[in-house]
């Protein structure tokens, strides 16, 4: 048949039925990956949760088996190791539904576990379900150490969904994540021995705002006349002078809204959240730490709790309900937050603006650059760059600035031509870039980003 003929055929065809002449398109199959090729896991980093990618979304039910094998480790809870699920017959099922695009599964440091020596296991994908198949990272290794240090990955951050519910810390090193909820805390108390100083929790939107009285139990709700209109995030009219009532955003500690409570005045607390009241608080200090007494506006139901510093930690945290609550890890082991954050704009004079997609970082020995694609592409940056950065130690040295802050009828999205260098606590140097904004769904609150560590 020549070539006129085939497409007066086809085109004869499209009247009756469309694409009658085109193949059927086949789809290849679904490629799954581990999202990270390494872990670890030691007497204090107790969980991992190990993940796999799917290329696309499942196209139907089905299930991944993985095979786990390690050396001088034994399994269950009451020996070094075990999983959630199961592992049986030193195999993992992980079953996965339609629309799915990825799967995991935790595993746990068992109480019995001793390290003496380095120990790993090995997991890999030994079988999927039909029109699947095995990626190239098809391997992941926990290593359980005390000493692991992840060489590269990807992390993708959890502030609980668009709501931001939680406040994420991550520390690169370990490929590790831990979460608290955001209205878990109101004051941080600084553990470090070069002064006294309270901080609030920014990314909780509280406020602190002091008043003429020094006795607390003076203290009642026709002092805060006026403030619930004043004390709120966003404030628009600088003239009400909220700004001095949050926290300078860039960790400056003598510029904090309680910098200032060794004089013995008496501040008004206001949080956000549901069940979660205004409180009048005093704090005094004491030869190792601090003297906390709260209670409701309109009660003399004091509660004191007595703050001692610990130096593993930047700061110590309370709750003005519920007392003394951990929330960051030691200091040595995070190097971002991520979650919301209340910064301070200039809108004809100075307030208080609650951003999401924030990030700060670690105040201890942690410190920042912005690099450029244009100036030096991700992959070209090497420690022979490190001598000529410009380094930013502020808390906010990243702050929104990875990302475009949308507007009326845009939504924010990722700036493409940046990514930032870190330097750790233990001086462990990471670049990260920033992959995506939102989850693979579209969902914010779960930002990703990719790192690489920097070899000396």
Known sequence: ????????????????VPLACKDDVVLAPITINFTNPASGLSSSDKENDITLTLSRPASGNGSIVLGL???????GANQDFFTNPDMKNDQIILPFSEGDESIGF?????????????????????????NFQAGTQNQHTVSFSENF??????IELSAGGSGFTHQAFVDISKNNQTQIANNAWDLGFYSGSDGNYITLNSGGFVMSRPINKTDLAAVGATDTIGFAAAMTIP???????AAAWVDAPNGDLSNTAMHSFENGQVYIVRRVGENRNWKKIQITTSADGYVLKSADISSNEIRTVSITKDPAYNFLFADLDNGLIGVEPQKE???????????????????????????????????????????????????????????NNDTNAIGSKWRNGGGPGSEPSLKEDRYYVIED?????????????????????????????ISE
């Open 425 to 453: 606590a233990a001086g462990l140097y990471y670049k990260i870039q920033f992959t995506r904004l939102t989850s693979t769904s579209g969902e914010r609150g779960y930002p990703e980003f990719k790192y690489e560590k």
């Open 69 to 75: 094998s390690s050396l001088n480790l034994n399994y």
């Open 235 to 241: 404030q628009y009219d600088p003239s009400v002078g």
């Open 149 to 154: 240090v992840s060489d590269a990955g990807i």
């Open 106 to 130: 935790t595993m746990s440091v068992g109480t019995n576990l001793n390290i003496q020596k380095e120990a790993t296991v090995t997991i890999n994908i030994l079988k999927v379900t039909e």
């Open 333 to 391: 082991k995070w190097d971002l937050m991520y979650g919301t954050y209340t910064e301070v704009l200039n809108f004809g004079g100075s307030i208080p603006y609650g951003y999401k997609d924030y990030l700060i970082i670690n105040r201890y020995n942690t410190k920042v650059a912005e690099v450029l694609i244009a100036d030096i592409p991700f992959q070209s940056f090497s420690k022979e760059h490190l001598t000529n950065t410009t380094w």
């Open 1 to 16: 048949m020549n070539f006129k003929k085939t497409l007066l055929i086809c085109l004869m065809a499209w009247t009756v």
